[in-house]
């Protein structure tokens, strides 16, 4: 069939990101062959990594790429945040991704522009050439909920959201205590709270915003967004869970499966935190004895200790395996032999937690780990890191009940004898047993989302047919 209707996708170069809009995107042309995407990359550093090449690599014909003119950095402080790498990047991309977005748009008639919505300065973009933007938005509606109503929250809250006593109360949402709120959030006097602001006033542009989450996940939420419609909160697509389906790593590592084939059902602890997430040296240490006092069965993803609690996900790899364990306790691997695996910087996470031998996932609560949690039916421990995470733990924990959240001591550790305990409440305890049925019944929701007449599916595919229609006139 002719190729009639053209949309400009624009991405972030965070890999969690680019996984899920790149699933989105895979979806969007799945279910309408008439859509042709473009894909706009900017990045940054010298080289893009094999991780990211094989996302673009597994892209169909109807999605075409290109990669912006790497961002020079040299400017910014070695040891910067990797958070404010990205940050820089997008805001200094701006200029190139007008000229490709205006080029595109002269030559072949875009109908829209989908962009991350981590980039939403491309959302006033859009508007200047005159058609539809739209955000794709890779977390929860949660999120989304306080993002949009982070102005007006501003305005009624008087005291600094870190001293607040009461928990921050957001239509439709769970309350939510100010020390889980996200990061820019809690000091209101710092630079990085007056962006997040001005960040969040932009998702007002937009024509609509597509978010990675379902309706039986999130409907309270959702439902109250929608009813906003009419007062200026943009309309608002539950289009998820995009999951990956198939890992695009390349299978060489395979001791990982040796290891949960030998388990029994159910019986092992995954434990990783992300593209890039890590722990302090001493949290290491504590995670390590922890697991050895639980007794059970663990798959830990290890990285070198970080100040930030991240790594530069495009840089991993920075030490030898043997470096790298000597950052685990003396003995710690002989003596968990058989009943622990450590994997050093990364592992087939897809493959992993559809394995018949997990039972638990110990996660950041990043929204793409979160949700790969749900769709394989695997309980959490929740043990959030930095941006949005202690939001996604409240969810997960205070809200869906489908987690357990370890308590960390007055020296923000997580202490070996509570994490022995959260992991033997999640793996054989009661609380695990009915964590996993609550679950179970939400991978029971999430599936029945994605089927060809669930909620998700018709919602993308009436946005489809949108978007299709415009490009006919
Ligand atoms: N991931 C993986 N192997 C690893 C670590 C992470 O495949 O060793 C994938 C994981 O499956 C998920 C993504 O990386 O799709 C991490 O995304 P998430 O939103 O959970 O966290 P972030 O990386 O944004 O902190």
């Known amino acids: 069939m002719e190729t009639k209707t053209h949309i400009a996708l624009v991405t972030v170069p965070v890999y969690s990101h680019l996984r899920s809009i790149l699933e989105f995107t895979k979806r969007l042309v799945h279910l309408n062959q008439n859509i042709h995407v473009t894909c706009i990359n900017p990045t940054f550093g010298s080289s893009i990594c094999n991780n990211v090449k094989s996302l673009f690599e597994s892209l169909p014909s109807n999605i075409n790429y290109m990669f912006l003119p790497p961002i020079n950095l ?150 109250a967004l929608q009813e906003k419609e009419d007062e200026g909160i943009p309309s608002i697509y539950p289009i998820g869970p995009f999951v990956q389906n198939v890992s695009c790593d390349n299978g060489s590592d395979l001791e990982y499966l040796q290891f949960l084939d030998k388990q029994e059902k159910k019986s092992v602890l995954y434990v990783s935190f992300g593209s890039g997430g890590t722990l302090f040296s001493e949290q290491i240490i504590e ?112 809200g869906l009940k489908v987690a357990i959240r370890p308590k960390v001591n007055e020296n923000g550790i997580v202490e070996r004898e509570e994490i022995a305990k959260v992991v033997k409440n999640l793996m054989v305890g009661e609380e695990g047993k009915e964590i996993h049925q609550r679950m179970e019944k939400l991978k029971g929701n999430a599936i029945d989302a994605l089927k060809e007449n669930g909620s998700s599916t018709m919602t993308l595919t009436h946005l489809a047919l949108k978007l299709e229609s415009l490009g006919s006139h």
């Open 74 to 223: 040299e400017d910014l402080p070695k040891d910067i945040h990797p958070a404010l790498k990205v940050e820089a990047t997008l805001h200094r991309s701006i200029p190139s991704i007008y000229d490709v977005l205006n080029t595109l748009h002269s030559s072949s008639k875009l109908v829209a522009v989908i962009s991350d919505g981590l980039i939403n300065e491309v959302l006033r973009l859009t508007k200047k050439l005159d058609i539809l933007a739209y955000s794709y938005f890779p977390s929860t509606t949660m999120l989304l909920s306080l993002c949009l109503h982070s102005s007006n929250l501003d305005k009624t809250i008087s005291s600094a959201n870190k001293d607040l006593l009461e928990p921050l109360e957001i239509p439709g949402c769970i309350p939510i205590n100010s020390t889980d709120l996200p990061d820019p959030m809690l000091d209101r006097s710092s630079e990085g709270y007056k962006i997040f602001l001005e960040a969040n006033d932009r998702f007002y542009l937009a024509d609509g915003i597509m978010i990675n989450s379902f309706l039986a996940l999130e409907e309270t939420t959702i439902r």
């Open 287 to 398: 995670l390590a004895f922890g697991l050895e006092l639980s007794g059970q069965n663990f798959l830990w993803v290890l990285r070198p200790p970080n100040k930030h609690g991240v790594i530069d996900d495009l840089d991993s790899g920075e030490y030898e395996d043997e470096i790298l364990y000597n950052f685990l306790p003396n003995g710690f691997l002989e003596r968990t032999k058989g009943k622990g695996l450590v994997v050093p910087y990364w592992a087939p996470q897809i493959e992993i937690l559809g394995h018949s031998s997990i039972g638990g996932f110990l996660t950041h609560c990043g929204w793409n780990s979160t949700l790969e949690s749900v769709v394989n039916g695997i309980p959490i421990i929740a043990w959030p890191l930095f941006a949005e995470q202690k939001m996604n733990a409240v969810l997960l924990s205070d």
